[in-house]
């Protein structure tokens, strides 16, 4: 028991081990040890590794959030999600976080399903060396306020017109355009659309895209129903109100994957009709579900490790200049053909 207590009590003192205590011990002054601990070329190899042997001897363990106060860097990525139960975005933040971690940058991450604009203060407090947006929508004057706090922002699968912000998303114009061309090919002639969050970027783009295929196949214009989200229970009652008003429906582009799965269970469940040979179903992402046999869902894939790629890209710059010039990356997205739709090249088989 005593010896327990011994070493709970050692652990505790090796936690409050500070630069000061390195200097008393090494014989140097404190700023010399923070140089040290920061690998500063200024101070000389041998004064470098005795500090560092020291450090190593007491146990010493850096606080990141002091060590951002002498470099002027916090070494924090700050990741903003609004959108976390789209089975989309966790996977990109897995994925986000890992890299960024063998960059050896912290992540800190803020959730909330109504938007960024409340986690603004809390994100100025920590001054993090970048914020990235994930599915956050923001106006442009509250992206400001990052750039008058010299906080490089990227939009990650959103952008914002006019606003100072880095932005990486999946061509959602093109694979609109894509979906409702391939649908016409393959012979559909009553098609419809269900909107996910109006406001989004994403979800205007796709609506557009499919718009303009839908016109210059000569086709009537589609049945929208929009006002409300990039949900299950949007897609499932979006299916319901859209079959109400027009009966000939044999075809519907989602904005969504998990709205896609809404709307056919919607068909099967309560509509008492069959997927694909009745209506048709198309989503965007590509999300794992998608390919479980329960749903085998065409869908749009969005190039996911290609638009982390350009996140990596885009901090390695504004960690040279974080008074860099944004810039915005469209990407083009992959029709994945499954048994949701009969398109005209059949299926694809994965």
């Known amino acids: 028991m005593v010896d327990a207590e011994q070493k709970s009590i050692k652990q505790s003192d090796i936690s409050r081990i500070t630069v000061k205590d390195i200097a008393v011990e090494a014989g140097v002054s404190v700023s010399t040890v923070s140089r040290a601990l920061a690998n500063d070329p200024v101070i000389a190899k041998e004064t470098r590794e005795r500090v560092m ?4 001897e007491m146990g010493y363990r850096p606080n990141f959030f002091a060590r951002g106060l002498i470099r002027q860097r916090s070494g924090v990525v700050a990741l903003f999600v609004n959108n976390i139960t789209n089975p989309f975005y966790p996977e990109v933040l897995v994925k986000l976080s890992r890299r960024l971690q063998k960059m050896k940058l912290h992540t800190m991450i803020f959730t909330s399903d109504d938007g960024v604009e409340d986690s603004v203060p809390a994100l100025q407090e920590i001054n993090p060396d970048v914020a990235i947006l994930l599915a956050a929508t923001m106006k442009a004057d509250y992206l400001q306020e990052f750039n008058d706090s010299n906080t490089p922002v990227i939009l990650f699968n ?12 999946c061509d959602n114009t093109a694979g609109g ?3 409702a061309e391939r649908l016409a090919q393959s012979g559909y002639r009553h098609l419809a ?12 783009d796709r609506l557009a895209g499919y718009l303009e295929g839908i016109a210059a196949s000569g086709l009537p214009d589609p049945v929208i129903y929009s006002g409300g989200d990039f949900s299950y229970e949007n897609g499932y009652a979006g299916m319901r109100q859209l079959y109400a008003r027009d009966q000939r429906i044999d075809a519907v582009f989602c904005a969504n994957d998990i709205i ?6 919607c068909i099967r469940r309560e509509l008492g009709l069959r997927v694909p040979e009745d209506i048709a179903i198309v989503g965007f992402d590509d999300i794992a579900l998608a390919s479980w046999p329960s749903h085998d869902l065409t869908t749009v894939r969005q190039p996911m490790d290609d638009m982390i790629d350009c996140v990596i890209t885009e901090i390695l710059r504004f960690q040279q200049n974080r008074s860099a010039m944004p810039k915005q990356y469209f990407m083009p997205g992959e029709l994945i053909i499954r048994g949701s739709a009969n398109l005209a090249d059949g299926r694809v088989n994965e």
Do not use: Q
């Open 53 to 56: 042997m020291k450090a190593k």
């Open 158 to 169: 959103r952008y914002v017109a006019g606003a100072s912000a880095s932005a990486i998303c």
């Open 177 to 179: 355009r894509l979906v």
């Open 193 to 204: 659309f269900i909107e996910g969050l109006a406001t989004a970027s994403t979800n205007v």
């Open 260 to 265: 896609a799965v809404g709307a056919s269970d």
